[in-house]
């Protein structure tokens, strides 16, 4: 505008009102052309706060919604419980705001005699899901479905019981055990916390350093003890030894705890053992069926299967074998207490 003012020499005013005027306006053409700046200015201004604006209310709702539908929705709940015949651990339940997750624990026996045959999650009256005993078992559903899990038991933790089938003496009963919860976990802080390391603390890192020189020196005198004992090694962590044609165990070394896991393999059966949980696993080759022995209370569980009925005396055949093979490592077979680099 301003420079076809120039061409014709008129001002911008005279440009503005389609004639020339007589009075001398070169003071108010320049007054216009600075308010017409200065009002291009002051427009960029008002549609850059008023894009800010737009865009932190997009923001902020965005944040909202994630927050709403996130928040302190994720939750992890150990579940436990116990009655005369039974313990009931280590099993969970996980619950978001896209699914729900519950773990079976494990059922542990407090009777000799007794054969489990089913286990079942209920609320109150209704079973929601289970069936043949296995401490494997899991039951995951997707939000919205409600064929197993939906609101009202869900947020119902305490109407939660576990029913287990067994078997005593011939007999067949039902018994059924009010669940205990634990919140393990649930994601209802704003902030990560920090995990403390072991180089946080000197003396928890000496003391660690003690443990694993401990557990190290414990697996060397295992190792020293199977090659000994006419076990072949494997990488120093896999030990083998073949006790006839058909007949084979292996035993592998963990540090840090030290933890033993032997293996049997014969025709029959493979049997795996933890001398840390005194558990036996049972599971017969043609894997129709599986169960296991614990040997600290003598019971056992069928969770796979029909099982034998003398179970018992398959486990103590079995049990010979292990004391008979492994007598160099456990001074004790109710404990397996491992020899000290003293002895």
Not at 51 to 61: D, G, K, Q, T
Not at 75 to 97: A, D, R, T, W
Not at 199 to 214: G, L, M, Q, V
Not at 232 to 261: A, G
Request: aromatic content about 14%; some cysteine.
């Amino acid at each position: 505008m301003q420079p076809l003012c120039e061409i014709l020499n008129i001002s911008v005013n005279d440009l503005l009102n389609g004639e020339e005027s007589t009075l001398d306006n070169k003071n108010t053409g320049k007054a216009v052309v600075d308010y017409l700046k200065y009002y291009k200015e002051k427009h960029r201004l008002k549609n850059c706060i008023i894009a800010i604006v737009v865009f932190s209310i997009f923001i902020i709702s965005i944040l909202g919604i994630y927050f709403i539908n996130n928040y302190n929705k994720i939750k992890i709940f150990k579940m436990s419980g116990e009655s005369e015949n039974f313990s009931y651990i280590n099993s969970y339940l996980i619950s978001s705001n896209k699914k729900n997750m519950y773990i079976f624990g494990d059922v542990i026996n407090n009777k000799q005699d007794i054969i489990i045959k089913n286990v079942y999650l209920k609320y109150k009256d209704k079973k929601l899901c289970g069936g043949t005993y296995n401490n494997s078992l899991s039951v995951a559903e997707n939000i919205g479905y409600d064929e197993i899990f939906n609101k009202q038991n869900i947020t119902d933790l305490d109407n939660w019981y576990i029913e287990i089938e067994y078997s005593l003496n011939n007999e067949e009963k039902t018994e059924t055990i009010g669940l205990e919860k634990n919140q393990e976990f649930t994601n209802d802080s704003f902030f990560l916390n920090s995990t403390p390391t072991i180089s946080d603390n000197n003396s928890d890192k000496t003391e660690f350093d003690r443990r694993w020189k401990e557990s190290l020196d414990q697996i060397s005198v295992l190792e020293d003890l199977l090659i000994k004992n006419k076990f072949t090694s494997h990488d120093n962590t896999l030990y083998e030894k073949w006790i006839s044609d058909s007949k084979y165990l292996n035993v592998m070394l963990k540090p840090s705890p030290v933890r033993i896991k032997c293996s049997y393999h014969d025709k029959d059966f493979y049997v795996d053992f933890d001398y840390l949980h005194q558990t036996y696993n049972f599971s017969s080759k043609n894997n129709d069926f599986s169960f296991s022995f614990y040997r600290k209370n003598k019971s056992v569980n069928c969770y796979k299967g029909t099982c034998p009925t003398d179970m018992y005396t398959i486990a103590n055949n079995y049990l010979d074998i292990f004391d008979k093979e492994l007598s160099f490592i456990e001074n004790n077979p109710d404990n397996w207490k491992i020899p000290s680099s003293e002895e």
